[in-house]
C-alpha cells in the first residue's frame, strides 16, 4: 500500500483507533443495570430505550373499546398450526410434532379465556363468543405487561407469559380462515388483540416504564452520541482513502 498523503492517512488511523477503542468499551461490561447487574453499552441503552417505549406501548384501552364491539358475535373456525419453515425443521416427522404442540398450547391457551377447543393434530377448531375470548385475553396481557422486576422471575407470571405467545399463535392462525368466511370485523378484532395487546405484553415483560420526560438528558446524549459515532467512523475510512490517493472528486466537464 503506497500513503501518497500521510497526514491524512494519520488523521484516519488516529480516528480509525479511537473509534476501535470506544466501540471495545461499548461491548465491554462495564455498565450497570437498575438491580446492579453489569451489562454492556449496547445492553444499557437497549434496556433505556425499552423502558421509554413501554409507556407509549399502552394500548389496553383500545384493544377493551375493539373487544366491547365483539360482544354477543359467535364464531366456530378450523385453524391450522404452521408448521417450522424447512430451514428451522428439515424432518418432516419434527416439524408435524412441533405444529402439534403448538396447536395444544394454542387450545389450552383458549380455552382459558373462555373458548371452546378440539385438537386434531395441529388444526384447532375454536367456538368462541368473541367478545367474551377478546375481554379475557386482553385483561390478561394487561397483567403481563405490568408485571415488573423481580415478579418477572415468578413462575406463575412466567408461565402466564407463555400464554400469551400460545394465545398469540393461535389468534394468528385463525385470522385467515375468518376473512375467507367474510368475517373480516372479526378477524381485525383479532389482529388488534395481538399487535396491540399481546405483542407489547410479551415483548415489554418486566420491563419497568419510564418517562421521556425524565430521562430528556440521557436521551438527547445518546441519540447525539449515536449521529457522531457514525460520522466517527465514516471520516476515518474517508481520510485513510486519501491518504492512499483514493478520494472522491466532482469530475470535469467535457468539453
Known amino acids: 500500500m503506497i500513503i501518497v498523503n500521510k497526514g491524512a492517512f494519520s488523521k484516519g488511523m488516529i480516528l480509525m483507533i479511537s473509534f476501535c477503542a470506544v466501540f471495545m468499551l461499548i461491548m465491554s461490561p462495564v455498565f450497570k443495570d437498575q438491580n446492579g447487574n453489569k451489562q454492556t453499552g449496547l445492553e444499557f441503552a437497549d434496556e433505556f430505550f425499552n423502558k421509554l417505549s413501554k409507556n407509549s406501548s399502552d394500548y389496553s384501552d383500545q384493544v377493551k373499546a375493539s373487544a366491547e364491539k365483539q360482544k354477543g358475535k359467535q364464531i366456530m373456525v378450523a385453524a391450522t398450526m404452521p408448521k417450522p419453515d424447512i430451514k428451522d425443521e ?30 386434531k393434530d395441529n388444526v384447532i377448531t375454536v367456538k368462541a363468543d368473541m367478545g367474551v375470548l377478546l375481554t379475557a385475553s386482553s385483561d390478561r396481557a394487561l397483567k403481563v405487561f405490568s408485571v415488573v422486576g423481580a415478579d418477572a422471575e415468578k413462575p406463575e407470571n ?38 396491540k395487546g399481546l405483542e407489547p405484553a410479551y415483548n415489554f415483560y418486566g420491563v419497568v416504564g419510564e418517562p421521556v420526560s425524565k430521562n430528556v438528558f440521557l436521551l438527547a446524549f445518546l441519540l447525539a452520541f449515536y449521529v457522531v459515532y457514525t ?20 469530475s470535469k466537464k467535457k468539453g
Open 90 to 119: 428439515p424432518d418432516p416427522a419434527k416439524a408435524q410434532d412441533k405444529a402439534n404442540k403448538d396447536a395444544q398450547e394454542s387450545a389450552k391457551a383458549l380455552q382459558a379465556m373462555g373458548a371452546q377447543v378440539e385438537v
Open 231 to 250: 460520522m466517527w467512523y465514516g471520516y476515518s475510512i474517508f481520510f485513510m482513502f486519501e491518504g492512499v490517493g483514493m478520494s472522491m472528486k466532482k
Open 158 to 195: 412466567v408461565a402466564e407469559r407463555k400464554q400469551i405467545k400460545a394465545l398469540w399463535k393461535g389468534f394468528s392462525a385463525m385470522i385467515k380462515p375468518l376473512q375467507k368466511e367474510g368475517k373480516v370485523a372479526e378477524a381485525k378484532a383479532l389482529d388488534t388483540a395481538m399487535k
